[in-house]
């Protein structure tokens, strides 16, 4: 079965200080993986995909992750955290099976502190 | 930008009374899905839609929910006999096409059944 692991419930950082937000998957197939951010009362907004093309991934608002199929991993980072970051943050897989069905991790709540 | 829009943003309902949720997802898409959240947990897969059937759903999505395109544009979710445990928020997404494309989510429906 697949699913998808975020480590960590609530991250706290400062304002300026780098961010990491950790994910792990567990699938039989190769995956392609997303971060989705939600901000309160908004919807779940793409922060980047990966789907094999290279491993790091770049995505918006200087976020950027990289898969490490080793360790199957998808951790995302931020080198300097803002204060609008503030939100909760969503692993999530769609296993290459042809299904679309996404699977989510249970989501990281990012607390960014002046 | 084109976005997924959701109507209304919270409903509340008695427990046994069927409640309707609208989506609109964006125009040139061909897939539709539902999702729903139920406090504290993980967002969950129910129902994805293309050519006006079904394509996939999860053991969630039993007899008492259905999905509609009933126009052009509108895609619904309705819940026949809503129970307690039906209280969740639920997120319309859409996609044009592949397994590894974009799901643009809309910012949900918080359903309050009483």
């Known amino acids: 079965a697949q699913s998808v692991t975020q480590l960590d419930s609530h991250v706290s950082v400062s304002e300026g200080t780098p961010v990491l937000l950790r994910c792990n998957y567990s699938?039989?197939?190769?995956?392609?993986l997303f971060w989705y951010v939600q901000h309160p009362n908004k919807g779940l907004q793409l922060l980047l995909k990966?789907?094999?093309?290279?491993?790091l991934v770049k995505g918006i608002n200087g976020f950027e992750a990289e898969f490490k199929k080793s360790e199957t991993s998808f951790h995302l980072t931020k080198p300097s955290a803002h204060m609008s970051d503030a939100a909760e943050y969503f692993c999530?897989?769609?296993?290459?099976?042809?299904?679309?069905?996404?699977?989510f991790g249970s989501g990281t709540r990012l607390q960014v502190q002046p | 930008e084109p976005e997924v829009t959701q109507t209304p943003s919270h409903q509340v309902t008695q427990m046994g009374q069927e409640v309707i949720l609208r989506c609109v997802p964006i125009?040139?898409?061909?897939?539709f899905y539902w999702y729903r959240q139920i406090l504290g947990q993980k967002v969950e897969f129910l129902v994805s839609?293309?050519?006006?059937?079904?394509?996939?759903k999860s053991e969630i999505f039993d007899d008492q929910f259905s999905v509609e395109r009933p126009d052009g544009s509108n895609f619904t979710l309705k819940i026949r006999s809503t129970k307690l445990e039906d209280s969740a928020m639920y997120f319309c997404?859409?996609?044009?096409?592949?397994?590894?494309?974009?799901?643009?989510f809309g910012p949900g429906t918080r359903l309050t059944v009483t």
């Open positions: 997404a859409s996609t044009w096409g592949t397994s590894d494309s974009i799901q643009y």
């Open positions: 699938s039989s197939y190769s995956p392609s």
């Open positions: 990966y789907t094999s093309a290279a491993t």
């Open positions: 999530v897989a769609c296993m290459d099976t042809g299904r679309r069905a996404l699977t």
């Open positions: 125009s040139n898409h061909l897939y």
């Open positions: 839609f293309y050519n006006n059937e079904i394509s996939e």
